[in-house]
């Protein structure tokens, strides 16, 4: 029979293996969006005419928030872990 704690410990190691792969497409999500707007700035003229900064601050204010929701990810599971490590101790 399991244990409570052998439950929690499983439940802990499930809940960090989803953070760290929401963590990585988001990471994922926010290299491909720098690359774009890298792109977009490359593509701008200005002798022709041809900016794209709306695009640009849409792509670095995403860019942002994806950077804010992979570190917010990182940090809960740097806590389970350091919880987890405690558990472990007792």
Known sequence: MNSPRKLENESVSREIETLT????????????????????MA?????????????IHALQMEYLRLDVEAETKRKKINRLRLGFEHTEER
Do not use: F, N, T, V
């Open 21 to 40: 792969g929401e963590m990585q497409d988001l990471l994922k999500q926010k290299d491909l969006c720098l690359r774009r707007k890298k792109d977009l």
């Open 43 to 55: 593509a701008e003229d200005p002798g022709r005419g041809i900016y794209y900064h709306q695009q």
